[in-house]
């Protein structure tokens, strides 16, 4: 209905990502601040049972049509901004992810809505929404207040734990229709699986990470030492692999691997939100950056503002002389 907050769902190869139960968590806040209800958005093509997974939702509005089996964007857009344009929510919280990447842009542009991406956060303020996004890749943070209704906002991962997202029971569901062609001009043809790498870093308890800080590949070794002294592997963040100096197998973040070792230890990486959304799950998280207003600093448990070329020799010393 009108005025209400939506949420839309990403779903990928039939399972609902976990971004979206973080999405719902939000949305009821937002909702429940609001006196509002919260619905959840679901396309797809023979996905309605998925809908039985989105208990956080006050109902399901439920698309099922050929053309939206793949998470194709040009497809989604048509079909989030006619249901929109139909029912009017105050706001869509639309899923920042590789799947999903675009289709929030389109819907603004479609409908001449606000559209607000890379958003961290919402909060009610002063009876409206108060945005907090981030820009060149997380070095600035802005306070937007969209101009008017509905506003699409395109949300980062982990603005709330997704377990705060799922609930039990089935909230209904209404199925809609909407005007779709038979294809489009982009199609999904087929899905190529990554090579397995090396080292199954998903698998690893303890991670040490470089970034741009590390300056050149022959530095790697030191890296390579103190994993080796902490019982774990190297890997990097995406500058570090397009440099080549390390296999696109041991890339974390948004283009490479999420991962959750007990111990997330980030030497020179700036902690921009592409590289934070692969690691960000980690149960401890450790970063040694010269650059005291480092992004990485505002996750990380515990942080060292210094040279690494001195604190990580120190750690690899400290961390045999354990082990001796």
């Known amino acids: 209905m009108a005025g209400n907050i939506?949420?839309?769902?990403?779903?990928?190869?039939?399972?609902?990502?976990?971004i979206t139960y973080e999405l719902l968590a939000l949305g009821r806040e937002l909702a429940d601040q609001l006196a509002v209800s919260l619905e959840a958005v679901l396309l797809g093509h023979g996905a309605k049972e998925l809908a039985s997974l989105l208990g956080k939702a006050d109902s399901v509005l439920y698309v099922d049509?050929?053309?939206l089996k793949e998470p194709i964007p040009e497809a989604y857009a048509q079909a989030l901004t006619q249901l929109v344009q139909d029912r009017q929510p105050r706001a869509v919280l639309?899923?920042?992810?590789?799947?999903?990447?675009g289709i929030g842009t389109l819907v603004a542009e479609q409908l001449q809505a606000p559209g607000i991406n890379?958003?961290?956060?919402?909060?009610?303020?002063?009876?409206?929404?108060?945005?907090?996004?981030?820009l060149y890749g997380g070095k600035i943070e802005a306070a937007v207040t969209p101009a008017r209704e509905p506003a699409?906002?395109?949300?980062?991962?982990?603005?709330?734990p997704p377990d705060q997202g799922r609930a039990a029971g089935v909230p209904p569901?209404?199925?809609?229709?909407?005007?779709?062609?038979?294809?489009?001009?982009?199609?999904?043809?087929?899905?190529?699986?990554?090579?397995?790498?090396?080292?199954?870093?998903?698998q690893q308890d303890v991670l040490v990470a470089v970034g741009r800080g590390i300056q050149s590949r022959d530095n790697l070794e030191l890296a390579e030492e103190l994993a080796a002294a902490l019982g774990g592997a190297v890997c990097g963040s995406r500058p570090v692999?397009?440099?080549?100096?390390?296999?696109?197998?041991?890339?974390?973040?948004?283009?490479?691997?999420?991962?959750k070792p007990k111990l997330y230890l980030a030497v020179g990486i700036s902690g921009a939100p592409e590289h934070v959304e692969g690691m960000r799950k980690s149960e401890l998280i450790v970063a040694i950056n010269s650059d005291p207003a480092a992004p990485i600093f505002a996750i990380a448990h515990f942080g060292v503002a210094a040279d690494l070329f001195e604190v990580v020799p120190a750690l690899i010393q400290k961390a045999k002389a354990i082990k001796g």
Not at 154 to 159: D, F, H, P, V, Y
Not at 186 to 202: F, Q, S, W
Not at 247 to 253: A, E, I, T, W
Request: glycine share 10%.
């Open 241 to 259: 692999i397009d440099q080549g100096w390390l296999p696109l197998s041991r890339q974390v973040g948004k283009s490479g691997l999420a991962v």
């Open 173 to 202: 569901i209404e199925e809609v229709q909407v005007s779709l062609p038979e294809s489009t001009r982009l199609r999904l043809k087929t899905y190529i699986e990554p090579e397995a790498g090396d080292v199954d870093l998903t």
């Open 152 to 160: 699409v906002l395109g949300m980062w991962a982990g603005s709330r």
């Open 94 to 101: 639309v899923p920042l992810t590789n799947v999903t990447m």
């Open 118 to 134: 890379f958003c961290k956060d919402v909060r009610v303020k002063d009876g409206g929404l108060e945005v907090r996004c981030v």
């Open 6 to 18: 939506w949420v839309m769902v990403e779903q990928w190869r039939g399972q609902v990502s976990e």
């Open 65 to 67: 049509h050929p053309t």
